[in-house]
Every structure is written in structure tokens, then in C-alpha cells.
């Protein structure tokens, strides 16, 4: 599945803790790694309060370091320096997916505060909102440990195949790991409908109700299926159906169930706001420290 990985680095603390993520899916799934960092035109002295790298020569010294260090032992390890210099950091990095032809990259969000201003324009945005790549983020101060004693990876799933595309890789990886994999489908409560459906709700309510309570049946008996499909291809999986608003009940089902993981298919939104305003995977990535390994979609 995963054969090559991608992990954008600046020379600060915070993006290398994306490291034992990604070391520990690359030795796992016998992957590459690219350490690939972009010069900046203009560059600040620092960032994220550390020294920047800003000549291509520091740069590629601090990447072979790192290739060197014990974490990537028996890894085969690229690196990867843009020295052109350039203004739209993340947007190279985006054009590197291109070029470097990773099938997933590895990142840190910003920590505190931090996921909001990542996910609405900048690096991890673009790759998501504009690429097709998987994109899985780490929050340092979240669980950014080697993926080595993986108990159970999550599965947020709507029932349309078209945007079930993070399914086959949560089986996979739960397959390699050799962890649960744990299917989730939520389905709306009546005040928290939107648009023409909350208009509806007003005038019918009892028909609502009625089409609220089929939908969480239909959900049930959906989950219990796919379930089954993945039980008999050897991996372990469970499935819950649940009410209310998403993006909270994919946290709150992450922190009672201890998941190591959440994949997720996202839709990707081009712009500097877009992909931030209405997405509920952005909601997620700002309420929880689980890593959140997020699937692309395109229309």
C-alpha cells in the first residue's frame, strides 16, 4: 500500500515529531522515506523559535543527519533539498508531491492553537485541498509515538462508497499493524439539521423523526455488513452507529475507545478558508491529539 512517504522538514523540534510516525510506517510497510525541506526566499532567523535553515548547504547537512539517526536504521531514506529559493513555502511542498511521487506524507500540525492556522492555507491545507495525496497529521503534543503497539485504528464511514476511499487503507494498515479496526457512522439528531432538511424538520416533524430513525437503522445494518467484509479478509472489526454532530463523535468515540489512529476521507476544497470552514475533518483535527490520516477526495 504504502511504498514511498514524505515528510516535509524545516530544522525545528515540532516537525521533526512527525518522525517516529513515519519511521514506524516505513519499516513496517518496508516503505521509502523522502526528508524534503524548500528554501524560502527572504526567510525568517527562526522558526517555531529555533534557528531556520536558509542555504541550501545547511539544509541538505541537517537532512543527512537526520537520515542518520537511529530511528531510520535499516530504513532506505531519501533526501530532498529545493534550492531555488521561493516566496509560497507549502505550495512547493504541494508541487512536490507531484514530482517526488510519494503515496503519503507525513507532517506535524502546529500544536496548540496551531491546527486551524495549518489546515487554512498553508502546508498541509494545500497538499489536502489541492493534491491527491493522503496527507497524516501529528500534533506534537498529541500521541506521536512509533506506530509499533497499535491497538486500534478508527474508521469514520457515511455509507457512500464514493467517499469511502480511507476504508481500504484503515483495513490495510489495521492488517499490518495487526490492530482492530473500528467502523463509525454517524447519523444527524433533529436540531441539528442544516439547510432545507432543518426547514423541513420544522414543518414535518414527526416525518423527520420518522426518516432520522430510518437512516440510523439503515447505518446499523450497513456497519454490521462491512464489518462482516473485513472479518472474513482477517481483520478484526467492530462497528458502532451513533448520533448527533460528527466531528464530536468521532473525538469522543477516539477518546473512549483509546484509538491510536483516525482515517478519514475528506473532500479537498482549494483556497485559503476553504478547506477549514465547514469541513468536519478540520473540526477533528482540532479537537483531538489521535494522528488523523486523511484521504482525499475529488469530485
Same mark, same amino acid.
Not at 23 to 29: E, K, S, T, V
Not at 280 to 293: E, G, K, N
Given at each position: 500500500?504504502?511504498?514511498?512517504?514524505?515528510?516535509?522538514?524545516?530544522?525545528?523540534?515540532?516537525?521533526?515529531?512527525?518522525?517516529?510516525?513515519?519511521?514506524?510506517?516505513?519499516?513496517?510497510?518496508?516503505?521509502?522515506?523522502?526528508?524534503?525541506?524548500?528554501?524560502?526566499?527572504?526567510?525568517?532567523?527562526?522558526?517555531? &523559535?529555533?534557528?531556520?535553515?536558509?542555504?541550501?548547504?545547511?539544509? &541538505?547537512? =541537517?537532512?543527512?543527519?537526520?537520515?542518520?539517526?537511529?530511528? !531510520?536504521? $535499516? +530504513?532506505?531514506?531519501?533526501?530532498?533539498?529545493?534550492?531555488?529559493?521561493?516566496?509560497?513555502?507549502?505550495?512547493?511542498?504541494?508541487?512536490?508531491?507531484?514530482?517526488?511521487?510519494?503515496?503519503?506524507?507525513?507532517?506535524?500540525?502546529?500544536?496548540?492553537?496551531?491546527?486551524?492556522?495549518?489546515?487554512?492555507?498553508?502546508?498541509?491545507?494545500?497538499?489536502?485541498g489541492l493534491g491527491a495525496t493522503p496527507v497524516l497529521l501529528v500534533r506534537?503534543?498529541?500521541?506521536?509515538?512509533?506506530?509499533? $503497539?497499535?491497538?486500534?485504528?478508527?474508521?469514520?464511514?457515511?455509507?457512500?462508497?464514493?467517499?469511502?476511499? $480511507?476504508?481500504?487503507?484503515?483495513?490495510?494498515?489495521?492488517?499490518?499493524?495487526? !490492530?482492530?479496526?473500528? +467502523?463509525?457512522?454517524?447519523?444527524?439528531?433533529?436540531?441539528?439539521?442544516?439547510? &432545507?432538511?432543518?426547514?423541513?424538520?420544522?414543518?414535518?416533524?414527526?416525518?423527520?423523526?420518522?426518516?432520522?430513525?430510518?437512516? &440510523?437503522?439503515?447505518?446499523?445494518? =450497513?456497519?454490521?455488513?462491512? /464489518?462482516?467484509? =473485513?472479518?472474513?479478509?482477517?481483520?478484526?472489526? $467492530? /462497528?458502532?452507529?451513533?448520533?448527533?454532530?460528527?466531528?464530536?463523535?468521532?473525538?469522543?468515540?477516539?477518546?473512549?475507545?483509546?484509538?491510536?489512529?483516525?482515517?478519514?476521507?475528506?473532500?479537498?476544497?482549494?483556497?485559503?478558508?476553504?478547506?477549514?470552514?465547514?469541513?468536519?475533518?478540520?473540526?477533528?483535527?482540532?479537537?483531538?491529539?489521535?494522528?488523523?490520516? +486523511?484521504?482525499?477526495?475529488?469530485?
Open positions: 500500500m504504502f511504498r514511498h512517504l514524505l515528510v516535509p522538514l524545516d530544522g525545528s523540534l515540532m516537525a521533526e515529531s512527525a518522525l517516529p510516525m513515519a519511521a514506524g510506517i516505513a519499516g513496517r510497510m518496508h516503505a521509502e522515506l523522502t526528508f524534503v525541506h524548500v528554501i524560502e526566499r527572504n526567510a525568517p532567523s527562526e522558526v517555531h &523559535s529555533e534557528r531556520h535553515l536558509v542555504t541550501p548547504r545547511e539544509a &541538505s547537512d =541537517y537532512l543527512d543527519e537526520v537520515s542518520r539517526r537511529p530511528i !531510520c536504521a $535499516g +530504513l532506505v531514506v531519501h533526501i530532498h533539498v529545493h534550492e531555488a529559493e521561493v516566496r509560497d513555502v507549502a505550495r512547493s511542498i504541494t508541487e512536490h508531491t507531484a514530482e517526488l511521487a510519494p503515496d503519503l506524507v507525513v507532517m506535524s500540525t502546529h500544536g496548540k492553537g496551531g491546527a486551524r492556522r495549518l489546515l487554512s492555507g498553508t502546508m498541509a491545507q494545500q497538499v489536502i506534537p503534543d498529541g500521541q506521536a509515538a512509533a506506530p509499533t $503497539g497499535w491497538q486500534l485504528i478508527l474508521a469514520p464511514v457515511d455509507g457512500d462508497p464514493a467517499h469511502e476511499k $480511507g476504508l481500504p487503507i484503515a483495513a490495510e494498515l489495521a492488517a499490518a499493524f495487526g !490492530c482492530s479496526l473500528h +467502523l463509525l457512522m454517524v447519523t444527524p439528531k433533529i436540531g441539528e439539521l442544516t439547510g &432545507s432538511e432543518k426547514w423541513t424538520s420544522t414543518l414535518l416533524p414527526g416525518a423527520t423523526r420518522l426518516k432520522l430513525e430510518m437512516q &440510523s437503522a439503515e447505518a446499523q445494518d =450497513y456497519l454490521a455488513r462491512t /464489518a462482516l467484509t =473485513y472479518g472474513k479478509k482477517g481483520v478484526s472489526a $467492530g /462497528a458502532e452507529a451513533s448520533r448527533g454532530d460528527p466531528a464530536r463523535a468521532i473525538v469522543r468515540t477516539a477518546r473512549r475507545l483509546a484509538a491510536d489512529l483516525i482515517v478519514m476521507a475528506t473532500h479537498g476544497r482549494a483556497g485559503t478558508g476553504a478547506f477549514w470552514e465547514g469541513s468536519v475533518a478540520a473540526r477533528v483535527v482540532s479537537r483531538t491529539r489521535v494522528p488523523l490520516l +486523511l484521504v482525499p477526495l475529488r469530485e
